[in-house]
């Protein structure tokens, strides 16, 4: 399929006074293709928000590069009408003086989409539909506090949806909806997926959701990158023990339960700081399985059959 968005061994280290970094993403690697859905796990503090950030242009990183079509210098605005965001808070994403009417009018006559008034009202009611939100009538002079959580994580996708994005990063766009209407909104953006043949990056902490909705999954860990491949793979035969952690804390592969909340009890560790963070691989402070060499160095890349890679000393041959 046709690579849309990459980032190719990208770091990226936010200085702090006295010559210390946050150094929040580490050689990262990751490639968004065209109808694919790759969903990126981690526990809060993996990196992935950063990485998400770097692959929207928030921010530059600090080595390594990101491409959009094979190009890393696509002026800003063509950028953003190609590379649309979806944050987890819907409260927070609308502004509450705007109607909905308004707040798709608006991205429709930026991006070039709409022209006329009627044009412009036409338009985000196919949109509104698009997203399930029937009849448009109903939901176009609401502001967003007379929404449900859903209803308005709908509008922030209608909203991006209005700019017609080839790729779309959600970062953890179900998790502060009730569980009832996480999966409506996961088979929505699956449809659109299908539909468009959007490249879709689904940030999320939670592995169980991550199998069910995505092609492959990618686990970070104190900001590397662990391991990836597609999420059968991931989820049945795990190649890195912290890959088998979040298998494990996520009881029922069923269900949609939020990692963090699920393990506590048996977690063994918290995630390390990215400041001074731990040498070599940064999971050998938790690790059962750690050695020598695993704080020495960061393992190099084991790849197995069917596009399953991951980082871990325990991989390599002849160890
Ligand atoms: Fe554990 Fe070492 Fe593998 Fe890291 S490289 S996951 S510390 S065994």
Same mark, same amino acid.
């Given at each position: 399929d046709e690579l849309l968005l990459e980032a190719d061994d990208v770091s990226k280290h936010f200085p702090l006074r006295g010559g210390r970094a946050v150094r929040a993403v580490e050689n990262a690697t990751i490639r968004l293709r065209r109808g694919h859905i790759i969903a990126l796990v981690g526990e809060s503090g993996s990196g992935k928000t950063t990485l998400a950030r770097l692959l929207a242009r928030y921010y530059p990183p600090t080595s390594g590069e990101v491409r959009l079509r094979g190009r890393s210098d696509t002026p800003t605005k063509e950028y953003r009408?190609?590379?649309? +965001?979806? @944050? =987890? #808070?819907? @409260?927070?994403?609308?502004?509450?003086?705007?109607?909905?009417?308004?707040?798709?009018?608006?991205?429709?006559?930026?991006?070039?989409?709409?022209?006329?008034?009627?044009?412009?009202?036409?338009?985000a009611a196919a949109l509104l539909r698009r997203v399930n939100l029937t009849p448009p009538e109903d939901y176009l002079d609401k502001f967003p506090h007379e929404l449900s959580g859903g209803q308005r994580q709908r *509008?922030? *996708?209608?909203?991006?949806?209005?700019?017609?994005? =080839?790729?779309?990063?959600?970062?953890?766009?179900?998790?502060? %909806?009730?569980?009832?209407?996480?999966?409506?909104?996961?088979?929505? %953006?699956?449809?659109?997926?299908?539909? #468009?043949?959007?490249?879709?990056?689904?940030?999320?902490?939670?592995?169980?959701?991550?199998?069910? @909705?995505?092609? /492959?999954?990618?686990? +970070?860990?104190?900001? =590397?990158m662990v391991e990836g491949g597609p999420a059968e793979a991931i989820t049945d035969r795990p190649l890195h023990p912290y890959t088998r952690l979040l298998l494990d804390s996520a009881p029922d592969p069923g269900r949609t339960v939020a990692v963090d909340e699920a393990g506590e009890a048996d977690d063994p560790g918290e995630p390390p700081s990215l400041i001074d963070p731990p040498s070599g691989c940064r999971f050998h402070p938790r690790c059962p399985a750690a050695r020598a060499v695993c704080a020495e160095a960061f393992p190099p890349r084991t790849e197995r059959p069917g596009g399953h890679w991951t980082h871990c000393w325990?991989? /390599?041959?002849?160890?």
């Open positions: 009408g190609q590379v649309q +965001m979806i @944050f =987890q #808070d819907p @409260f927070a994403a609308l502004n509450p003086v705007h109607r909905v009417r308004y707040i798709l009018g608006r991205v429709l006559r930026v991006h070039g989409h709409a022209r006329t008034r009627a044009e412009t009202a036409e338009q *509008i922030v *996708i209608a909203r991006a949806l209005a700019v017609r994005p =080839q790729v779309l990063l959600g970062d953890e766009p179900v998790s502060m %909806l009730d569980v009832s209407i996480r999966l409506d909104i996961l088979n929505l %953006l699956a449809r659109l997926r299908d539909e #468009d043949g959007v490249a879709l990056l689904y940030i999320t902490h939670d592995i169980a959701s991550a199998r069910y @909705f995505a092609d /492959e999954i990618h686990v +970070m860990y104190g900001g =590397q325990l991989l /390599e041959k002849g160890d």
